[in-house]
């Protein structure tokens, strides 16, 4: 699990990979992430690196998500845009006085203001394209990603439309696709054995609801402030006793977020906290009797009830 210093460091080198390797025509994915983070040493989890990216657009940074086969992200601005920068070489280039050498330290300084691609053009000489001029009168921007939506929504504290699969049964007793208009308010977004996953309390229903984010569309931001909050899962504190072997499992599903304790016999003590709700306990009956619930008493005899009444279905 990476410490304090780890995180920041692994903040800082995400936030220059994207500075450097990206612009509007090259983006980066989530493996190429932790790929570059694994040669500079420092542990990471798939799922952790969402949260750093809405960290970084938090403070500012503004990160754009392309998807194709994967979803990929880059800098869809920059304080210089490439025309600028390009405007900036050619002066430096035209300026008396200035020697070979000053000239092309000046141009590998002016290339840091832009992405590795573009310093490339500007070092061999070529032109850093800006967008053309029809573009900019008659701009076609590419449609938000509903991640993108729902975090502004998240961010603004708005509530969202959208549209969700849901299925039903058809008459020829098959299980039917079909499309739901929801409108909820959305809370948190997270991700799950490499999904995202949307928690939202429904309008409708006036309760907390999953929605896989592949199965989400047509995402439209609303003016009504988010509400609903007292429906979601309640946080509470818990001990899980496990053998050391499982550590990776187990600290994934937590993002990395417990404190650890050894037992010996090479078994861990873990503390954290989570809503104890149904997608919890399935989790914990998806490890079998080698994660062992300890705290909170009534959680884990809750659990206990949920075991007995699942054997009961299937006794013959």
């Known amino acids: 699990m990476p410490n304090v210093s780890e995180k920041k460091l692994k903040l800082l080198y995400i936030a220059q990979l994207l500075l450097e390797k990206t612009d509007e025509d090259h983006a980066v994915t989530l493996p190429q992430m932790l790929e570059m983070l694994e040669a500079k040493g420092i542990p990471a989890e798939r799922k952790s690196l969402y949260d750093d990216l809405e960290t970084l657009r938090r403070f500012g940074f503004p990160i754009e998500t392309r998807k194709s086969r994967t979803f990929a992200y880059y800098l869809s601005q920059r304080t210089f845009s490439p025309g600028d920068v390009a405007l900036l070489a050619e002066a430096v280039r035209q300026a008396p006085g200035l020697s070979p050498r000053k000239v092309s330290q000046l141009l590998k300084k002016l290339g840091t ?57 058809a008459s020829t007793g098959m299980a039917l696709r079909q499309e739901e208009a929801v ?73 990395g977020a417990l404190a650890l304790e050894h037992l010996g016999k090479a078994r861990l003590r873990a503390t954290g906290k989570a809503p104890l709700d149904g997608e919890f306990f399935g989790w914990l009956f998806s490890m079998g009797n080698t994660v062992r619930l300890t705290s909170p008493k009534p959680a884990a005899e809750q659990l206990r009830e949920q075991a007995k009444a699942v054997g009961k279905a299937y006794k013959s």
Not at 138 to 149: D, F, G, K, R, T
Not at 186 to 201: K, N, V
Not at 249 to 254: C, E, I, L, T, Y
């Open 113 to 169: 203001l832009c992405s590795q691609y573009q310093a490339q053009a500007l070092l061999s000489g070529g032109p850093v394209e800006e967008p053309p001029a029809q573009e900019e009168t008659v701009p076609e921007p590419a449609a938000p990603s509903p991640e993108e939506l729902l975090r502004r929504a998240i961010q603004r504290g708005v509530q969202v439309a959208f549209q969700a699969v849901t299925w039903e049964l």
């Open 183 to 255: 409108t909820a308010s959305p809370w948190w977004l997270y991700c799950q054995d490499g999904a995202l996953w949307l928690l939202a309390t429904d309008t409708a229903t006036a309760q907390a609801r999953r929605f896989p984010l592949n199965q989400v569309s047509q995402v439209r931001l609303l003016p009504q402030a988010r509400e609903g909050e007292e429906f979601l899962p309640a946080v509470e504190k818990f001990t899980l006793e496990f053998p050391q072997e499982l550590l990776p499992q187990v600290a994934s599903r937590f993002d």
